[in-house]
């Protein structure tokens, strides 16, 4: 199957941009309650799923904070300090229910495959984080490993976790992992937080042993940013496009404002009727944006199955990403 994600609010029952009636629907689900605001360009959403909510939406129980920046762009400084001083503050949110003393004991572990791109924020970020104040802070303790992926070392990543953990008996254990999404426009322009832990992996189809407080009996918080995206879902989202720029012509065609337009004209609305084209294409057209994705997902199962797609400044993307969490978590241990 494509089209997975390691997102909470991409998940079939939680996906985004849905109408106004269904949020609110939404937000009045038992099992599941559900947040939106603004910081800025940053959208923030916060999920909490009880016992009910976890077998409705498939999702573990816990709390999920998404902040999204459709404007992102890796060479965009600005908005990335608004999205890191964002990041900060969830960061002292998700975990205000945890004491933590000058006593208390930190496990940082970064999740990935150092030499492939990617897959890379994890160990760079604990790299950064090597090279930090809180190296030589007598006041944290904390504890910090990239062990790689099984294909580097024939272990499993929770084994070394395990190992580590057992030693160290952390208080706390933080993990960071570059994710999958379900939509093209939020590869790199997203940071998941959570408590519910991580499977590694899990998003590209490979997922591992699982990450969390319900196998060390330690609170694991998960971050992660989502990198790849399948193939085949950048088809659906070009036809998307596609669609509403044919249907916004159609719309437009015959008002006056057409006829003085100079340039081919490229629609920012979102209201689009796009049912004007059922007569040309069918009545598929008129679908939600997921249920399209459902659709080439029928058409090219089997095809390019393990075919990921990733952005040409990957490079950057996880330079400032890395460098921003490692910060973050800098910032708020030494503030905490």
């Not at 099992?31 to 976890?54: H, Q, W, Y």
């Not at 254990?173 to 939509?183: P, Y």
């Not at 319900?214 to 609170?219: D, G, I, Q």
């Not at 659906?236 to 337009?261: C, F, M, N, T």
Request: charge should be negative.
């Amino acid at each position: 199957m494509w089209g997975r994600t390691d997102l909470i609010d991409e998940s079939d029952e939680m996906v985004k941009h849905r109408s106004e009636n269904q949020k609110d629907t939404l937000a009045k689900s038992k099992g599941i309650k559900f947040e939106e605001s603004r910081n800025g360009a940053v959208l923030v959403t916060s999920i909490e799923v009880d016992a009910e909510g976890e077998k409705q939406i498939g999702k573990k129980q816990g709390k999920y904070i998404t902040l999204t920046d459709l404007t992102l762009s890796p060479d965009d400084e600005k908005s990335f300090e608004n999205i890191a001083r964002t990041f900060i503050d969830h960061l002292r949110d998700m975990h205000k229910e945890i004491t933590l003393t000058d006593q208390s004991k930190i496990l940082i572990i970064g999740l990935g495959n150092a030499t492939i791109t990617p897959d890379a924020i994890g160990p760079k970020a604990i790299e950064y984080l090597q090279n930090s104040s809180l190296t030589n802070n007598e006041r944290i303790k904390v504890v910090m490993y990239a062990p790689g992926v099984t294909g580097q070392t024939g272990f499993e990543t929770s084994d070394f976790v395990s190992a580590i953990s057992e030693a160290f008996q952390p208080d706390l254990i933080i993990v960071m992992d570059a994710l999958a999404a379900r939509n093209s426009e939020r590869l790199c322009k997203t940071i998941q937080i959570t408590n519910t832990g991580i499977h590694p992996g899990s998003g590209v189809g490979n997922q591992r042993k699982e990450i969390s407080k319900e196998v060390y009996n330690v609170p694991v918080t998960a971050i992660g940013i989502p990198m790849v995206v399948d193939g085949p879902v950048l088809y659906a989202d070009a036809v998307e496009q596609v669609i509403h720029h044919v249907a916004a012509r159609v719309e437009e065609k015959g008002k006056p404002s057409s006829a003085l337009a100079v340039t081919p004209m490229v629609s920012n609305k979102t209201n689009i009727d796009k049912k004007v084209l059922e007569p040309i294409f069918g009545e598929w057209v008129g679908w939600s944006t997921d249920e399209k994705r459902k659709l080439f997902e029928e058409v090219f199962v089997g095809k390019n199955p393990s075919l990921f797609v990733t952005p040409k400044e990957t490079d950057l993307w996880v330079e400032q990403y890395a460098y921003m969490l490692s910060t973050g978590i800098e910032t708020w241990l030494v503030s905490k």
